[in-house]
């Protein structure tokens, strides 16, 4: 008997065209306690993140903006990933992603979906926009309004 399972490039590339054309948590928020707006000027992305946090823990977590389809994918796979995660988990859970884009791991259990976006790994210039939602979410869990992909907040 054999395996009909999708090869896992095949199962990726499906997670991230699904995110993109359907991202989960896209829109607004109904009183969020923190925000920012983030951009990747090399690409033009710009997103802006919408969050509820209590007790320290994201609890409701939104996007919207004009983006690339990986920047979109992230961010939706991102809030599923975010929400019961505070400022530690969310720094964490960046390292692993950071390290899994970069090439330097394979897939991760801590990532879930966020493993669909390994193939980054080949294309350098892409993982801006893949750490842009990282970056927002980041920002506004840190009270900034702003900030960008080249490291320059507001």
Same mark, same amino acid.
């Given at each position: 008997?054999?395996?009909?399972?999708?090869?896992? *490039?095949?199962?990726?590339?499906?997670?991230?065209?699904?995110?993109?054309? *359907?991202?989960?948590?896209?829109?607004?928020?109904? *009183?969020?306690?923190?925000?920012?707006?983030?951009?990747?000027?090399?690409?033009?992305?710009?997103?802006?993140?919408?969050?509820?946090?209590?007790?320290?823990?994201?609890?409701?977590?939104?996007?919207?903006?004009?983006?690339?389809?990986?920047?979109? *994918?992230?961010?939706?796979?991102?809030?599923?990933?975010?929400? $019961?995660?505070?400022?530690?988990?969310?720094?964490?859970?960046?390292? $692993? =992603?950071?390290?899994?884009? $970069?090439?330097?791991?394979?897939?991760?259990?801590?990532?879930?979906?966020?493993?669909?976006?390994?193939?980054?790994?080949?294309?350098?210039?892409?993982?801006?926009?893949?750490?842009?939602? =990282?970056?927002?979410?980041?920002?506004?869990?840190?009270?900034?309004?702003?900030?960008?992909?080249?490291?320059?907040?507001?």
């Amino acid at each position: 008997m054999t395996d009909s399972s999708p090869p896992a *490039a095949d199962l990726y590339q499906h997670i991230v065209l699904d995110h993109s054309r *359907a991202p989960r948590g896209f829109g607004r928020l109904d *009183a969020p306690t923190h925000a920012a707006d983030g951009a990747n000027p090399l690409c033009g992305d710009a997103l802006h993140v919408e969050l509820r946090v209590a007790d320290g823990r994201i609890v409701a977590f939104a996007f919207r903006g004009e983006a690339c389809a990986i920047a979109k *994918a992230t961010a939706s796979l991102l809030g599923e990933r975010a929400v $019961r995660l505070d400022a530690d988990g969310i720094a964490r859970l960046e390292a $692993r =992603f950071e390290r899994l884009i $970069r090439g330097e791991i394979e897939a991760d259990s801590a990532l879930g979906d966020l493993n669909a976006l390994a193939a980054l790994a080949h294309y350098p210039s892409r993982r801006k926009c893949a750490l842009l939602p =990282f970056a927002t979410l980041r920002a506004a869990l840190a009270g900034m309004p702003k900030t960008t992909t080249e490291g320059n907040s507001a």
